[in-house]
């Protein structure tokens, strides 16, 4: 009859003969910040793509349609810049902050977080690599729309190239704000609702020229994380644009992603101990 070693099966003797389990291996170290980013948002990006591409069609049809009755009010001058930089960061807001939010609180709804919680990632890697896979998704959309709008209203095609900063600090500011209104919605319907109505307030707020709108509104026009990127493009349809004024409406854009990025951060913190 054979018999089996101690070592064979992972366990020791106690003195008395009594057997006692070896100690279970050390569990792998979490993932660092920027490694597990580029991982989330490759992942976000392939998963998204089938789904979203339709849906940034959409954004971009809605934009130019916009720009297109607008055309039949505004003749040019500053009014007309703020249609066409609105616009174009409207296509931002439709997809950074829409459906981010909608993202996030289907993801809390059905569960989804426990899957990430249960990774080695860190908390920031999760939000950031879903913000930067849906704010990707903008970047033929913004430029088709400026592209358009300049052409329709008449404006200098010259400086667009502002949309390489416009793009990335506007989707950072309203892909955190999204991401943090689904994940602090307590129902997703909620979430979907609050994406919604975000993004009628860049839609209203900044489409619309603000020397058409009373007082009150223009101050809530201030609170639009979207607005300093409408500004800043805007700003550069001019024949001599104002560079510092065009970098200060950045470094605020800029700010405001930093802190709403770290709201849903927080959220998700929140949400995932749940």
Do not use: K
Request: net charge positive; glycine share 10%.
């Amino acid at each position: 009859m054979s018999t089996v070693s101690a070592e064979s099966t992972g366990t020791t003797r106690a003195p008395h003969g009594t057997p006692e389990r070896a100690a279970p291996a050390p569990l792998a170290p979490a993932a660092r910040l920027l490694p597990a980013l580029g991982a989330v948002y490759r992942a976000q990006l392939s998963r998204a793509r089938v789904a979203r591409i339709p849906l940034l069609f959409v954004a971009t049809f809605q934009s130019v349609g916009i720009m297109v009755l607008m055309r039949g009010v505004v003749d040019g001058g500053s009014e007309a810049r703020a249609v066409v930089a609105g616009a174009s960061v409207l296509v931002v807001a439709f997809v950074a902050l829409n459906l981010l939010a909608q993202y996030f609180g289907q993801l809390r709804a059905q569960g989804g977080l426990d899957h990430y919680a249960t990774l080695p990632v860190p908390p920031a890697a999760v939000v950031l690599g879903a913000a930067g896979a849906y704010a990707s998704f903008t970047v033929p959309g913004t430029i088709v729309t400026a592209v358009i709008g300049s052409v329709l209203f008449g404006l200098p095609l010259t400086h667009l190239w502002v949309l390489v900063a416009v793009i990335p600090l506007a989707g950072a500011a309203l892909a955190g704000l999204g991401a943090a209104l689904g994940l602090l919605a307590p129902r997703q319907e909620l979430a979907t609702l609050l994406g919604q109505l975000g993004m009628s307030a860049a839609l209203l707020l900044g489409v619309l020229p603000a020397e058409r709108m009373p007082g009150p509104i223009v101050w809530a026009r201030d609170l639009l994380p979207s607005t300093y990127g409408v500004e800043a493009m805007a700003r550069t349809f001019d024949a001599h644009p104002d560079w510092p004024a065009v970098a200060l409406d950045l470094a605020v854009c800029a700010g405001v992603g930093v802190v709403s990025l770290a709201v849903a951060t927080w959220a998700y913190r929140r949400a995932a101990v749940r």
